[in-house]
């Protein structure tokens, strides 16, 4: 497509629930990157893949978190056992230019909103 | 997690005024861009600022890179309805940490007709 898709873009899940938020990136883009925006703030990193490699884990905030991008094109980010302070919108972006290639642009998606109740 | 301090956190304007933003940083960013967000959307990327000292427009957009590197600023020119939204600074530091962007809090713009 011409833009970054995101699926679901609303889920409601309750307090242990294990949730799936799945990105399509734009083809051919060979980064991917996973953001995290709580309400009122500024997104924030959570991980990056170049192609199917996670090159960049260092903002998940715990080991619930799991992100995998098998085939270097469509990437899910698995939260189990859901928190209330999961709840924030989970935005995926996505790059034509892989790391050291020179000054990038990232793409955003629209987001997964996430409420855990 | 760290985030840039981006001021003003709100601004009520009246149509055709300027605007005036900005962010600092305790550390260095080889890279400052400007993003602008939509409700129920992602942020959508205004200006990339790649030169420590550079001056960027894009239409009624400028922006700087701070001498610095630990500060930039967004100005906005005779601002229209359709400038409302928030407006996230953002710092890339590059090398291993491509793509890893730090975003200021975010200044919401309301413009009255």
């Known amino acids: 497509g011409a833009g970054v898709s995101q699926s679901p873009r609303y889920k409601v899940a309750k307090r242990g629930q294990d949730v799936a938020l799945r990105c399509d990136p734009i083809s051919g883009h060979v980064s991917l990157f996973w953001y995290q925006q709580a309400l009122g703030q500024g997104p924030e990193f959570l991980t990056y893949f170049q192609n199917e490699a996670q090159l960049d884990k260092s903002g998940l905030p715990s080991d619930r978190f799991f992100a995998e991008r098998p085939e270097g094109s469509v990437s899910t980010l698995k939260i189990q056992r859901t928190q209330q302070e999961d709840s924030a919108v989970y935005l995926c972006?996505?790059?034509?230019?892989?790391?050291?290639?020179?000054?990038?642009?990232?793409?955003f998606g629209a987001g997964s909103r996430l409420t855990v109740l | 997690g760290q985030q840039l301090n981006q001021s003003p956190q709100s601004m009520f304007i009246q149509e055709g005024e300027d605007v005036s933003m900005n962010c600092t940083s305790s550390s260095i960013f080889n890279t400052w861009l400007w993003y602008k967000q939509d409700p129920g959307e992602g942020p959508v990327l205004l200006i990339a600022l790649y030169k420590a000292g550079e001056l960027t427009s894009n239409g009624r957009l400028t922006a700087q890179f701070g001498i610095t590197r630990k500060d930039s600023f967004l100005n906005i020119s005779a601002s229209i309805p359709s400038d409302v939204g928030i407006y996230f600074c953002?710092?890339?530091?590059?090398?291993?940490?491509?793509?890893?962007?730090?975003f200021g809090q975010g200044t919401i713009l309301t413009v009255h007709p």
């Open positions: 972006a996505s790059s034509s230019r892989r790391q050291g290639a020179g000054a990038n642009v990232l793409t």
């Open positions: 953002a710092g890339e530091k590059g090398g291993t940490s491509y793509g890893k962007l730090t």
